[in-house]
């Protein structure tokens, strides 16, 4: 996708543009927030909600932007206005790295070369939501030095109350460019704060989808990064390139919950606790502090000299990462649950619950070579090991307690890769793959994985039992091709297909309903088999793009998991979930068709559906709840919304001006993205219930909205 393809369509971030356009990627909005989106790609997911397993690397100019302490993405510090294009990579292709084990995502962003001009922006629209760039890029006179630099401001009184959110990006670039060299001096700055309140009960929601559980639930990130970049060439077939970077996170949590401590006469007498446990605050606020630095060098040599008189590349490279993450968190009781769903009353004292120093040492070697056998067959072959050592110590309760976070961890892995390619036309070509790829348990898993001490994520953590390593092992087969002259068009299609296990994968499993309170524990595995099919025709004032996938994301082993509420849940609350039930939240099926009308250079109206089957909710993941027994949503439906843009360039007087319009879910179609069967103490008017309430807790979808703005370039 090019950066234009990205500024045309609706949405607030990369991730939008990924859901609406890409084979295989779907969407959870566990977050609440249009910046907070779990992205799932053939069953891996690339989220900001700390907790939730990661599989996917995401990268923006060759430095991996997944953060230290759980591996997750931030998806409000990449500046989408500054990119300039990216590459959506499947698999689990050693070369990338740590943590991909569905795939990989490449971002490369703007320079004065690529954007020659300056510009400003702005626009205006539903949910308060108003919007500002500007941007500049140049090369200088003796074409040596080029620059690039933005800044947008992202502000909304958000869709369901109160959400609103403030969003601050800068992207600064210097370049240096003559006929052997390039090197770049780049800076990214962000400066946010986001409120997304999550799930809801569904008798909590409303016909308007925008009902909220408790509140509030806020997020500020402060983000720093600074990174060189070069690229040498030694001779005609010999290049040497690489970057040095420091990444700086600051991020802040404020969520007002129930208390899980609650412990009233009523329970006392009832056995459910003790007169010791008494406990008649309603609330609790929980506050966290993380600060994340990560400091990091990565080189490679590349080699185009042919072998054997054949076209042949070989790249040798190696990585190293330092990074540093300082972690606390807070409670303190409140009185009272107000009808808005805010707490307030006298406040108890405030109680550290943990506190984390990690550090972790990562460093790898590759190398992949790709040799054209002959004018039809090419294979390539990679290789690469990396070592990871997590060294945490328990800032609250020192290294000797019982419940210690201390400990010190490594992991290491050789990952191979290898592809053949087939080509036996100039407008067809076949491919087949193995790769190999790991992920380590990052600190945040490391601290909180014994389920006789579940922590409350992204907040409490307990001891820290070793964990293995993810190993995923993905065989994929697919091919492309073009129709040069089919209906007077140029059509484009691809097709592949995709089997993937993980090993040792590790999961967040919940012990309580009432509450997030869980643990994280290896599962021996879990599986991702699927099909991609593509489409994309271009007439002479049309273009129509059409991508569809299925996946099956699976268990791959027996496990058992506590949910209480499920229909078939034990006397414990424990149900048996068996090799072949479905991961949640990850829908079967997913279609993306995308259409443009331009009749003329100056205008153009283009139309995007996303379809989305349906899916099981967290807490029937043996798929054995039964609605008609408890009254609880077992699945998520499934659903499908439109969204429309327009951009009209203005000429003569108005030369360089241009207006564009968006609109998102034009059917305003009701709809969810993720669900879990829960339990909560509030009631359908609001009020606080003494006693749990089984519940099916979902995510609602935005309703229709539109934008209107205006951009000028000089």
């Not at 989408?80 to 995502?105: K, Y």
């Not at 006929?179 to 780049?186: A, G, N, Q």
Request: some cysteine; glycine content about 10%.
């Amino acid at each position: 996708a090019t950066g234009e393809e990205i500024r045309e369509q609706p949405g607030v971030s990369i991730a939008d543009y990924m859901v609406n356009n890409l084979e295989g990627v779907t969407v959870n909005e566990v977050g609440g927030n249009p910046y907070q989106l779990e992205i799932n790609y053939r069953g891996y997911n690339a989220t900001p909600i700390l907790g939730n397993p990661q599989g996917l690397s995401i990268y923006v100019d060759g430095v991996r932007q997944n953060m230290p302490f759980s591996n997750n993405v931030l998806w409000d510090t990449i500046p989408d206005f500054a990119i300039e294009d990216m590459q959506l990579v499947g698999g689990s292709n050693a070369v990338f790295g740590l943590n991909t084990l569905g795939g990989s995502l490449s971002m490369q962003t703007k320079s004065g070369r690529t954007f020659n001009k300056s510009a400003i922006e702005g626009s205006t629209g539903s949910w308060g939501r108003n919007t500002g760039l500007i941007e500049s890029g140049g090369v200088s006179e003796d074409n040596k030095y080029d620059y690039y630099a933005g800044y947008s401001y992202f502000k909304e009184d958000g869709w369901r109350e109160p959400s609103p959110s403030e969003v601050q990006q800068g992207f600064a670039k210097l370049g240096y460019e003559d006929d052997t060299s390039r090197f770049d001096l780049s800076y990214t700055g962000a400066h946010n704060s986001l409120v997304g309140n999550g799930m809801v009960p569904k008798y909590l929601l409303g016909d308007d989808l925008e009902g909220v559980h408790t509140l509030i639930d806020k997020t500020r990130t402060q983000y720093n990064q600074v990174q060189l970049s070069g690229t040498e060439f030694f001779s005609d077939t010999i290049m040497g390139s690489g970057n040095i970077y420091w990444r700086n996170i600051d991020q802040s949590t404020y969520n007002g919950d129930l208390n899980d401590e609650f412990c009233d006469d009523d329970a006392i007498a009832e056995g459910e606790c003790t007169a010791e446990e008494e406990n008649e605050n309603q609330g609790v606020i929980n506050r966290s502090k993380t600060q994340q630095n990560a400091y990091g060098i990565n080189g490679q040599l590349t080699f185009d000299d042919d072998w054997q008189a054949r076209r042949n590349q070989l790249i040798v490279g190696a990585a190293f990462e330092y990074s540093k993450v300082k972690f606390s968190q807070n409670s303190t009781d409140i009185a009272t649950l107000d009808p808005s769903g805010f707490f307030s009353g006298a406040l108890g004292d405030k109680e550290q619950t943990s506190g984390m120093t990690g550090k972790t040492y990562t460093s790898s070697i590759f190398a992949t070579n790709n040799h054209a056998i002959n004018d039809k067959w090419s294979i390539n072959n990679s290789l690469r090991y990396n070592y990871v050592d997590i060294r945490n110590t328990d800032t609250l309760n020192g290294d000797d307690g019982a419940v210690s976070l201390s400990g010190d961890h490594d992991f290491d892995r050789l990952n191979p890769s290898v592809g053949l390619t087939f080509s036996p036309y100039d407008n067809l070509t076949t491919y087949g793959s193995y790769n190999e790829a790991n992920r380590a348990p990052t600190s945040i898993e490391l601290g909180c994985a014994n389920p006789e001490n579940p922590c409350t994520l992204p907040t409490q953590m307990a001891d820290d039992p070793p964990l293995e390593q993810v190993v995923a092992k993905t065989f994929e087969a697919g091919a492309r091709g073009r129709f040069a002259s089919f209906l007077n068009s140029n059509t484009s299609w691809n097709i592949s297909g995709y089997s993937a296990t993980n090993n040792d994968d590790i999961l967040f499993i919940y012990a309580d309903d009432a509450t997030a309170e869980g643990y994280f524990d290896n599962v021996d595995k879990t599986t991702r088999k699927g099909i991609d099919l593509g489409l994309s025709t271009a007439f002479e004032t049309w273009t129509i793009t059409m991508n569809y996938n299925y996946v099956k994301a699976q268990y791959g082993t027996d496990v058992t998991l506590i949910s209480e509420n499920n229909s078939s849940a034990d006397a414990e609350g424990a149900i048996q979930v068996e090799d072949g039930d479905y991961l949640p939240n990850i829908p079967k099926h997913s279609l993306k068709l995308r259409t443009v009308y331009k009749p003329d250079p100056a205008w153009y109206l283009g139309a995007t559906m996303t379809a989305f089957s349906s899916s099981y909710m967290m807490g029937n993941e043996n798929q054995e709840n039964d609605s008609s027994v408890n009254g609880l949503q077992s699945e998520v439906p499934g659903y499908a919304i439109i969204n429309l843009d327009a951009e009209y360039r203005f000429s003569s007087m108005l030369e360089g001006w241009k207006i564009y319009g968006k609109v998102t879910n034009l059917l305003d179609n009701k709809y969810y993205t993720g669900g879990r069967i829960a339990e909560s103490r509030v009631e359908a008017d609001r009020s606080f219930d003494d006693d749990e309430i089984a519940t099916a807790s979902l995510i609602g979808g935005a309703p229709r909205a539109g934008w209107v703005g205006l951009r000028y370039e000089f």
